[in-house]
């Protein structure tokens, strides 16, 4: 009898949820994203089912174009709270989940980075985490003095060093640097405090950091993408990884790539997990969940649905929508675009059938099905080696994760797939992954 792995379970909880028609469902309040009591419901619901974290996506600035005109005012992921400020609400009202959110390398600055992320690690007890992005929309551009978007391996490239240097300054205190001796007058031990002092291509950042180590050593960092950029990122410095994987095959090729990645960086396969992004439809029959997408699905505008593929696909305005889905003409997302395509070609798919899968689950996998027929999707992947854990994206909240709740998660637990209490009360204790040592106490 093979030993069963654990399954890491994150909850994203990005406006109302992951379908285009969220908003729109009977049972939803469209202002909840606005409000802290719509947060408040969601943190404590998943931190009493024991998810290892919160996952708040962000961009800074509106992804969604008035691109066919009317499709702007269609969408409700327009507007959204600052994810920091929300997440430090959160910190104080929870006390074992994860909180992790969404900052850009291109428009923001390592010391920034680090000291807010440092300080929410602290406030929160060591639960924070920061997922990388480089940034894609020209909308983003437009709001920090720049007409167009930086070119693409120039935000990598921007994006490897930016995330060295904000470990650099994580390390500039020693964890046993302050001492706090009253006798004798002396605050800290000054030899455990680093000066940075980096000088790079895109950075000069001198340091040290002004907040103290952190109670997990340094927060949990994130990525997603599967550029050969953002793989090199993920294995040197990531601890989780969210992929946007549809095929088990390709998931299991990437995951076994990425982790083959780890060794070169002295690292284990163990210190990253993948965890898959996925929205999960889910009734106590087929039919009942397939209803609950069927009635989503009904509310999707043809202006809104044909938004969602503008960045994916570029702009298919042009095509009758029952007609197959063409090449890619200048992808923002080059990734989401390979997927996209694929997936249309291998099921056939017209471009009103193609933005109907991606407005279901905001391009993400899309799974609806019986509690049993969901844990048996979930264990075939982990058992194929293409994932440590799920990115829970419900459709809607918080009626979605109720759901998931209810009827997936006694599923998993009987099957012993998912823990009953918190292993520790910081994020690294809970995902597994080691507390990473101080470069300066290494090398004396």
């Known amino acids: 009898m093979r030993t069963r792995k654990p399954i890491k379970l994150g909850l994203s909880m990005r406006y109302l949820g992951y379908h285009a028609a969220a908003w729109r469902h009977p049972e939803a309040d469209p202002g909840a994203a606005s409000k802290l009591s719509h947060f408040l419901r969601i943190a404590r619901t998943a931190e009493a089912a024991k998810f290892d974290m919160l996952f708040l996506a962000d961009g800074i600035g509106l992804r969604t174009r008035d691109e066919p005109p009317g499709a702007l005012c269609?969408?409700?992921?327009?507007?959204?709270?600052?994810?920091?400020?929300?997440?430090?609400?959160?910190?104080?009202?929870?006390?074992?989940?994860?909180?992790?959110?969404?900052a850009s390398t291109t428009y923001n600055e390592p010391f920034h980075i680090a000291r807010k992320w440092a300080s929410l690690d602290h406030l929160s007890g060591g639960r924070a985490g920061w997922n990388i992005v480089t940034s894609w929309s020209e909308a983003?551009?437009?709001?920090?003095?720049?007409?167009?978007?930086?070119?693409?391996?120039a935000r990598y490239e921007r994006a490897a060093e930016f995330v060295e240097v904000v470990k650099g300054l994580w390390d500039s205190w020693e964890g046993d640097a302050l001492v706090h001796d009253k006798a004798s007058g002396i605050f800290f031990d000054q030899s455990k405090l680093h000066v940075l002092d980096h000088k790079g291509k895109h950075f000069k950042v001198r340091g040290p950091l002004t907040v103290a180590r952190t109670p997990q050593g340094r927060p949990i960092m994130v990525q997603a993408g599967a550029s050969e950029q953002g793989l090199e990122i993920a294995a040197s410095s990531a601890d989780v990884v969210y992929t946007a994987s549809h095929r088990l095959e390709a998931a299991r090729d990437y995951y076994a790539d990425l982790k083959s990645r780890l060794a070169k960086h002295g690292r284990e396969p163990d210190h990253l997990k993948v965890m898959p992004g996925v929205t999960y439809f889910v009734g106590r029959t087929q039919e009942e969940a397939q209803a609950k997408l069927d009635l989503l699905n009904n509310l999707v505008e043809p202006e809104l649905g044909l938004s969602y593929l503008y960045g994916q696909m570029g702009d298919l305005s042009g095509y009758p929508l029952d007609s197959p889905v063409?090449?890619?003409?200048?992808p923002r997302l080059r990734s989401m675009a390979r997927?996209?395509?694929?997936?249309?070609?291998?099921?056939?798919?017209?471009?009103?059938?193609?933005?109907?899968r991606i407005a279901a689950g905001f391009g993400g996998r899309v799974v609806v099905g019986?509690?049993?027929?969901?844990v048996d999707d979930m264990e075939a992947w982990v058992d194929a080696g293409a994932a440590d854990g799920f990115n829970i994206c419900p459709p809607v909240l918080p009626m979605g994760?109720?759901?998931?709740?209810?009827?997936?998660?006694?599923?998993?637990?009987?099957?012993?797939?998912?823990?009953?209490?918190?292993?520790?009360?910081?994020?690294?204790?809970?995902?597994?992954?080691?507390?990473?040592?101080?470069?300066?106490?290494?090398?004396?």
């Open 74 to 102: 269609r969408s409700h992921q327009t507007a959204e709270l600052e994810p920091l400020t929300l997440l430090s609400a959160l910190a104080a009202v929870t006390s074992h989940i994860g909180l992790v959110s969404t």
């Open 140 to 153: 983003e551009a437009w709001n920090f003095n720049r007409d167009q978007h930086m070119e693409y391996d």
């Open 326 to 330: 063409p090449e890619p003409k200048d």
């Open 339 to 356: 997927i996209g395509l694929e997936m249309a070609r291998r099921e056939n798919l017209t471009i009103r059938q193609l933005y109907t």
């Open 370 to 374: 019986t509690p049993e027929s969901i």
């Open 401 to 444: 994760l109720d759901d998931f709740v209810a009827l997936v998660l006694p599923e998993m637990r009987r099957r012993g797939l998912f823990r009953t209490e918190y292993e520790g009360t910081t994020l690294r204790a809970n995902l597994g992954v080691p507390v990473p040592g101080n470069r300066y106490a290494a090398a004396r």
